[in-house]
């Protein structure tokens, strides 16, 4: 059963079921992970595979899905937009239900309308109908994993929170890199459909593992919902997801994009102003006042603006200018993967040996170095060394985000947690829906910048200046890490 607070204070509440809606963690928690929190921690991540992969596997299908349905592929776009921009919209709600309603009941009700709107986006007839059916499944994906997280972090010791997080951040590792070869897969020797029927068992099993597992009512005292917040916080975050969308669109006229990119900061300005200010905000910006929280949101923010890039560009590099096809793409894309998963083992050692910020430090460089050698990559390359590049590629991922993720909760009080939760959720899903969204301005700017330094451009020169671009943010972080202290994270460190 997951543990509840020991004790109360200002601001920190209890449920009326026994479990928190905050977080017990700090000092006085008990060390060492139980099978139960190991559970949910596996449980919150197979959630979290489900959501990323359904935000990136669509692409590969978008000429499946328009011919099947009447329409262009880039009309199919629609589809992809419509479930980042629930998630972006939605995900700041997150945290207020989960206090109002109980975690238990969000959690649950999210898996069932998630798995529902799958199933019904698998029967679509029409574009705008799948697009309808799309912001259902992502407001199902949107409650999930804030909430999950919250859940399955409750009762931790400081010192568990990286096992804990570990276990959560691999599937966001995993999906964008696997969508390719699987979307490529069932496109090829299926149909669109099953892009969506492959959630109805993996939805059937969460909901039974959850039913389980997930505890904790509502919390008492919970104040009213601040209304303004919700409207000022979803039009900016919406504003910008799309102003991103139309960025990576080469038919959108600049002027509209960059005109609603200001409307959308704009907008996020005012609710950053009301959120300072509202007697109950939607989210507690208090916890920015926390050094390491507020380095973690930022430089986890850059950090996954090239993350989310990487999956998208490496395919199209291999197909669109080395004629490759989806499948073998896909499978080199894979070693991403296993840079991901063979790291993990050492990523604990690594941390506590070298502490956070010289660990997240070096993840940067090494990302933003193989971003740039990316840049250099020809169809005469050596398969052997682009797949070394990729798995280095996919090993800084894995340290920076486990790192950025876990060093978020490190000084954060117990009474603060569920804020810093949803600030925290908000800005991560925010970062990799303008990543996906970055790797095609990239490339829409690659061309130019070739011609205007080199006097020439081809497809191949704008992919090398687009990995070029996209290596700054990764850059930018590891700048943002070099300024923690020293003793950044020591109390995550046994």
């Known amino acids: 059963m997951i543990n509840a607070p020991k004790h109360s204070g200002p601001g920190q509440q209890r449920t009326d079921q026994g479990a928190s809606a905050d977080l017990d963690i700090g000092p006085g928690a008990r060390t060492g992970i139980s099978p139960r929190q190991r559970a949910v921690g596996l449980l919150v991540a197979g959630c979290f595979f489900m959501e990323n992969l359904d935000g990136t596997i669509v692409s590969t ?16 776009g629609l589809v992809v937009t419509a479930y980042v921009l629930t998630l972006a919209v939605l995900v700041p709600l997150s945290g207020w239900l989960t206090a109002r309603f109980g975690a238990r009941r969000i959690f649950l009700s999210a898996i069932v309308l998630f798995t529902a709107a799958s199933l019904a986006c698998a029967a679509a ?9 799309r912001v259902l499944q992502g407001a199902g994906g949107a409650m999930m994993v804030p909430v999950g997280r919250l859940v399955a972090l409750s009762g931790a010791a400081k010192p568990d929170i990286p096992r804990i997080v570990s276990y959560i951040v691999w599937p966001a590792l995993i999906a964008p890199v696997a969508a390719p070869l699987l979307g490529g897969v069932i496109t090829t020797y299926a149909n669109w459909h099953w892009l969506f029927l492959i959630n109805i068992p993996l939805g059937l099993v969460a909901f039974a593992a959850a039913w389980r597992l997930i505890e904790g009512g509502p919390a008492t005292g919970t104040g009213p919902l601040d209304w303004l917040g919700l409207v000022w916080t979803s039009a900016g975050l919406g504003a910008l997801t799309y102003a991103g969308h139309l960025l990576a669109d080469s038919g959108t006229p600049l002027p509209l994009a960059a005109g609603l990119g200001t409307a959308a900061l704009l907008l996020i300005a005012l609710a ?20 390491t929280f ?163 451009t081809s497809p191949a020169l704008s992919y090398s200046a687009a990995f070029a671009l996209l290596a700054l943010p990764a850059l930018a972080a590891t700048t943002n890490a070099t300024r923690l202290p020293a003793t950044a994270g020591d109390v995550l460190r046994r």
């Not at 200010?277 to 050094?291: E, F, K, M, S, Y």
């Open 125 to 133: 007839s029409d574009l705008g109908e799948l697009v309808a059916l």
């Open 61 to 76: 299908a978008a000429p499946r899905i328009g011919a099947s349905l009447g329409v262009s592929a880039t009309a199919v």
């Open 272 to 291: 950053l102003r009301h959120l300072r200010r509202a007697a109950h905000p939607l989210i507690d910006l208090g916890t920015l006042t926390t050094h």
């Open 294 to 456: 507020r380095a973690s949101v930022s430089g986890g923010s850059a950090f996954w603006i090239s993350v989310a890039a990487v999956p998208f560009l490496l395919p199209l590099l291999f197909q669109e200018v080395f004629g490759w096809s989806a499948v073998r793409s896909g499978a080199l894309v894979l070693f991403v993967f296993v840079g991901n998963i063979g790291i993990k083992p050492a990523t604990g050692f690594l941390f506590g040996r070298f502490g956070y910020r010289t660990m997240l430090a070096a993840s940067g460089v090494v990302l933003a170095a193989t971003m740039a050698g990316c840049a250099f990559l020809t169809s005469g390359t050596p398969l052997w060394l682009i797949g070394a590049l990729v798995t280095l590629s996919g090993a800084a991922r894995s340290v920076g985000l486990t790192g950025y993720n876990t060093l978020a909760f490190a000084d954060v009080p117990a009474d603060r947690m569920r804020d810093a939760n949803t600030l925290n959720a908000t800005a991560t899903q925010t970062a990799a829906g303008l990543g996906v969204a970055a790797a095609p301005v990239a490339l829409r700017i690659g061309s130019p910048l070739t011609h205007h330094l080199l006097g020439h």
